[in-house]
């Protein structure tokens, strides 16, 4: 396992040592460059075979060829054997030197010859000719871009491509677009980079002078779909499950072979504690290959107590089962938690360098970083969802075969015997319209215009069939990609036994109740295994793997997600629709959705620009360049003989904690419209100061009391939703001023009302009580989900904000400066809550009886009036 990167076309022994530099996670036990006028080659070892001859580039005897590889030949043995057999010569016991000869004896088409993951790079120096190569499966990455003078440059991984600044690229919007809104990538060549490629699967590419070429060395595609089509002639036979237990333990013994400490991940799921018990098999067996796991085999796993999905009693089941038999096991755990992720999230996406599908590649993420600690090599159960139908809906793409096949005996036998999966499937999809939060409506219109024409589809009614395309474009390429990139951050190489081009085969040679039979998938593997593991997993039908909480994660994680879709940054993306966004996220706190996988697209869309984009937006300005350039139109007014200007001031949203006395001033010095020729004066929106004093509360924080609801009922709710009239501003009310004056008041005003008597409640409840603010459905996060109380001490705020401003205005401006005012000020009514300045309280009222602040998403808190 290694990281490899180079370029063709022109030579740059800085720019190598740069890749060399990037990629040294993914090979740290040492560097080797092959470098000429024409081609240059990277190789970051990190040491699995051979450990002392085994160093990379490698050549062949007479060094015509030279090439750099990441990843393992597993079948390396049999293929010298048959090279040695015809006359060439190794000088190492590396599979590394497997490719130079083998590319001499067969040409091109060696490649499709190993069984194993590799994406390679070699130089046939005759032929002036770099050849580019990626495994049957695409384990092992590998990008690339064409330069404008047709030179290439390639590596294991973006990063090195981006740092070479030899790239021109930006945000791919196409990508995006598939990815937000069919959960989609890596299915194709393009990356979320423009003008950066990935071979795909089973691909080659080949450059020699400007002549490029690329194709597939493989026919490994079309060899499935052909091998299914005549493999439901028969049924199952008994010799067939045997044949393929013996296929799957040679799989994993290749996988095993290593110089270095091998382990295997635990999930608890079928797979993984396959490869668990078989390995733990082999090594009762002592068999050569088992060597490498050494005396005990040390499991890894991602546990999540008391969460819904917390696999740990599945894990203790086997491990306990498997040690009760004489197996020598140490099962190592690790706990993610939604704090270190978003602590980490940062690495995790640079590391990932494209977005995920969903939180999950973090538990892995989690687990690789523990077992680096103890081991080089890990095995993992990928795969094996894809070969043999793991996932929910393949029962139906079954039943839908079945269906067009006119088996309507089969179809309803099967129906039958999976009606619990068929019930459960059905009633998550009716749940669906309810939970989710359509991604149309939180794209932005223009962008979705844009790219509505990149459609996805899928097979439907045929199980082989969709199986090979989720194996090839679907859905295996990027869990391949997140475990190279997991893997590989804590310098592990990964192994994958189920995806074993024999094994494979095999597979796709049998009948269809290989896969699925009776109801219940991965049939064949259940019947080989049933011996190995305790019927609680063998015969488990409900597929977690490993994966997060995801929607507890959310919930604990909300606020810090709300701040994101809040951003300056988020605001000004093509993307979304930011008003949308803030929306659905805000029902997915009430429990009115439950899509988080969608929000979680959106925000790692938003972080991923952030990491590798910082400079796309150029809205991401100063608080002055803000200030100078979002002053919105004066509005005059005329109360008795005077006109008012009311110049109003856009500011970025206020949070607790801030420095709100000397930001509002800023904000008033930097806007320049006072002047030297008439009088002045600030008015303050109350809720800036009393979020910035953190009095305003998320509503999913207020733990409201039983007499909070029954009192909010009593109160006449306006159509602003501003008052008492719900059970958050109610028990922010009951704990400002006691539940006794508030229950007087209550009862006063009740005793009052049919005599036309109106303010009775405020009056007895207090000013504090009047000022206390609701959530309002039209207003900027986080009014909109948040109950405030009034500012603290309003009268001294007004003076300390004042007499910060007489300090630092210019003389001229500071002589015509009347002072500042805190109001709460609505559609319906003004509360005059501070006044430094020597003009009446009523005065003020008038001003701004229109509101002209607003309360929605003005983003005006803020207005200079001249007189």
């Known amino acids: 396992m290694c990281g490899i990167a180079g370029f063709y076309g022109f030579e740059n022994k800085k720019l190598i040592k740069q890749f060399s530099k990037d990629l040294s996670h993914r090979g740290p036990d040492g560097e080797g460059i092959f470098s000429n006028e024409k081609v240059s080659l990277l190789n970051r070892r990190l040491a699995i075979i051979d450990l002392k001859t085994g160093d990379q580039p490698i050549y062949n005897e007479d060094k015509n060829i030279v090439t750099v590889y990441n990843g393992e030949i597993y079948n390396y043995k049999q293929l010298r054997k048959e090279l040695e057999g015809n006359g060439h010569r190794f000088k190492t016991l590396s599979d590394s030197e497997v490719i130079v000869h083998a590319y001499e004896e067969w040409g091109d088409s060696c490649f499709d010859r190993f069984n194993g993951m590799f994406a390679v790079a070699l130089f046939d120096k005759e032929k002036e000719r770099l050849i580019l190569a990626r495994d049957h499966f695409g384990i092992k990455p590998l990008y690339f871009s064409i330069l404008p003078n047709k030179s290439l440059i390639f590596a294991s991984e973006i990063k090195p491509l981006l740092n070479s600044r030899l790239v021109k690229t930006r945000p791919n919007d196409k990508v995006i677009y598939?990815?937000?809104?069919?959960?989609?990538?890596?299915?194709?060549?393009?990356?979320?980079?423009?003008?950066?490629?990935?071979?795909?699967?089973?691909?080659?590419?080949?450059?020699?002078?400007t002549n490029l070429k690329n194709g597939y060395f493989s026919n490994l595609e079309e060899d499935l779909k052909e091998l299914s089509l005549k493999s439901n002639v028969s049924n199952l036979k008994k010799e067939q499950v045997g044949e393929f237990k013996l296929a799957l333990e040679e799989a994993i013994k290749l996988r095993l072979i290593s110089d270095v400490p091998v382990g295997t991940c635990l999930s608890g799921g079928l797979d993984s504690s396959t490869v668990v018990s078989v390995v733990n098999k082999l090594q009762k067996n002592r068999t050569d290959e088992a060597k490498s796991v050494g005396a005990v085999q040390n499991t890894f796993s991602a546990v999540f107590p008391k969460s819904a999905n917390d696999e740990e009693h599945y894990i203790d089941e086997l491990i306990n089962i498997l040690k009760e038999a004489g197996g020598q096991i140490k099962s190592f755990k690790v706990h993610p938690l939604p704090e270190d992720f978003f602590s980490e999230i940062e690495d995790f996406i640079r590391t990932q360098e494209e977005p995920t599908i969903s939180t999950g590649p973090?538990?892995?993420?989690?687990?690789?970083?523990?077992?680096?600690?103890?081991?080089?090599?890990?095995?993992?159960?990928?795969?094996?969802?894809?070969m043999m139908a793991g996932y929910l809906p393949y029962y139906f793409i079954f039943l839908k075969q079945l269906r067009k096949e006119k088996k309507n005996w089969t179809l309803f036998k099967e129906m039958f015997s999976s009606l619990d999966v068929v019930l459960k499937f059905s009633l998550l999809k009716l749940k669906l319209p309810f939970g989710r939060f359509r991604p149309d409506s939180i794209f932005n219109k223009k962008f979705f215009n844009k790219y509505s024409g990149n459609g996805f589809r899928v097979v439907k009614d045929n199980l082989k069939f969709r199986l090979i395309q989720d194996v090839f474009y679907n859905s295996l390429p990027s869990l391949l990609r997140y475990e190279d990139k997991n893997s590989m951050r804590f310098s592990i190489e990964g192994r994958v036994p189920f995806l074993d081009i024999n094994l494979i085969k095999l597979i796709f040679s049998l009948p269809d109740e290989a896969i699925i039979k009776s109801g219940w998938n991965k049939k064949i593997l259940r019947d080989s295994v049933k011996d190995l593991l305790p019927p609680l997993i063998h015969k488990r039908r409900n597929k977690i793997g490993f994966t997060t909480p995801e929607e507890e994660w959310f919930m604990r994680m909300k606020n810090k997600i709300y701040s994101v879709f809040l951003s300056p940054s988020f605001a000004t993306r093509s993307y979304f629709n930011q008003a949308q966004v803030l929306k659905g996220f805000q029902k997915f706190i009430e429990g009115k959705t439950t899509d988080t996988l969608l929000f979680w697209r959106v925000l790692n869309v938003e972080l991923w620009l952030r990491e590798f984009f910082p400079n796309l937006d150029q809205s991401m300005q100063s608080i002055k360049s803000i200030k100078s350039t979002t002053l919105e139109k004066p509005a005059e007014i005329k109360v008795g003989e005077k006109t008012y200007t009311r110049n109003l001031i856009k500011t970025e949203v206020f949070q607790k904690g801030d420095d709100y006395v000397r930001k509002i001033s800023d904000y008033v010095l930097s806007s320049k419209i006072y002047g030297t020729r008439s009088k002045w004066f600030v008015v303050v929106s109350e809720k800036i100061i009393a979020i910035s004093q953190g009095r305003s509360y998320f509503i999913w924080d207020i733990k409201t009391g039983l007499w909070a609801k029954l009192l909010s009922?009593?109160?006449?709710?306006t159509p602003y939703g501003i008052g008492l009239g719900s059970p958050w501003t109610m028990q922010l009310a009951i704990q400002e001023v006691g539940l006794p004056k508030i229950f007087i008041a209550s009862l006063l005003s009740a005793i009052t009302k049919p005599f036309g008597l109106k303010g009775i409640f405020y009056k007895v409840a207090g000013e504090s009580a009047r000022s206390i603010d609701g959530p309002t459905e039209y207003s900027l996060y986080p009014s909109n989900v948040s109950a405030k109380l009034g500012p603290e001490n309003p009268q001294k705020v007004t003076e300390v904000i004042a007499e910060y401003l007489h300090d630092n205005l210019a003389l001229s401006a500071e002589k015509l400066f009347s002072g500042v005012i805190v109001i709460d000020a609505n559609d319906i009514g003004q509360n005059i809550l501070g006044n430094s300045t020597d003009?009446?309280?009523?005065?003020?009222?008038?001003?701004?009886k229109d509101n002209p602040m607003g309360q929605g998403s003005e983003q005006t808190p803020i207005t200079i009036v001249t007189m």
Do not use: C
């Not at 890990?378 to 094996?384: E, N, R, S, T």
């Open 178 to 209: 598939r990815y937000l809104k069919y959960r989609v990538h890596d299915d194709t060549p393009e990356t979320f980079f423009e003008n950066i490629y990935r071979l795909m699967p089973g691909q080659y590419l080949s450059l020699r002078g």
């Open 713 to 717: 009922k009593y109160v006449t709710r």
């Open 839 to 848: 003009i009446p309280d009523e005065t003020i009222a008038q001003i701004f």
């Open 362 to 386: 973090y538990a892995q993420f989690a687990v690789m970083r523990e077992a680096s600690k103890h081991v080089k090599v890990l095995l993992d159960g990928q795969g094996a969802d894809e």
